[in-house]
Structure formats: structure tokens, C-alpha cells
């Protein structure tokens, strides 16, 4: 799950996806949640099909912009904290949402030649 602070961080944020395809290619990525248990093997490998069944807990990532970043109409730096939550057999939040990274995805680049890092 993604959430916003505000829409002026959404804006931001769909605005540097549609500039820096690499951008919106990571955030892809490291924000994919995890969809299905999977048996593993002794050394950690898949070793079946998925079960379906639902996750013991909860992923979302909260995302933010400051205006003080922004080069042009793009940002420089998103902040971003991730948070988890534990939830019963039916896969509803039973608790309180918990901290468990922050960081800042970095341009190192500039508009034109963007070098997308992150740093937590």
C-alpha cells in the first residue's frame, strides 16, 4: 500500500514517475507487497505452489515531498517511511502500525540526466 502526506507530495511524486522512467521503475519494485505464502525447502528456495492465504501482516509506505526540493517542477529528494502492522487469520489489522525504515530516495543527477539512489 502507498500513502501520501498530502497531494502536493502525490503530484510530485506521479510527476518525477512520468519524468524518470528509472524512478518509477524502482518504486515498483521496492514496493511490490508480498501477495502469497510460499513453502520453502531446508535452504530457503520455493518449494511449491503459492497458498493462498492471508498475510499475517501488513506493508505501506507513506511518501513526501517539500517544496524546498523541488528543481524546476521536479523533486530532487521524495522522504519516505515504511511501516508494518500484524493481523489476525483473516488478514485484518489487529494492531497499531509500526515504523520499521525511513529514508529519502536522492537524485544524485540533475533533470536531465537523473541518478536515482536510495539512502536509509
Not at 6 to 21: L, N
Not at 24 to 37: C, D, H, N, Y
Not at 84 to 91: A, D, I, K, M
Request: net charge neutral; hydrophobic share 40%; glycine share 4%.
Amino acid at each position: 500500500m502507498i500513502e501520501f502526506t498530502d497531494s502536493f507530495s502525490q503530484a510530485c511524486v506521479a510527476e518525477a514517475c512520468a519524468a524518470f522512467p528509472d524512478l518509477r521503475k524502482r518504486l515498483m519494485v521496492e514496493l511490490i507487497l508480498p501477495m502469497f505464502a510460499r513453502p520453502l525447502d531446508p535452504a530457503g528456495n520455493q518449494a511449491g505452489k503459492p497458498i493462498v492465504k492471508p498475510n499475517s501482516y501488513l506493508q505501506k509506505t507513506v511518501l513526501f515531498v517539500a517544496a524546498r526540493d523541488l528543481i524546476d517542477h521536479l523533486p530532487k529528494e521524495i522522504g519516505f517511511c515504511r511501516f508494518t502492522c500484524h493481523c489476525n487469520e483473516h488478514g485484518q489489522p489487529t494492531d497499531v502500525w509500526q515504523r520499521t525504515i525511513n529514508g529519502v530516495y536522492y537524485n544524485h543527477g540533475d533533470n536531465q540526466q537523473p541518478n536515482w539512489c536510495v539512502h536509509t
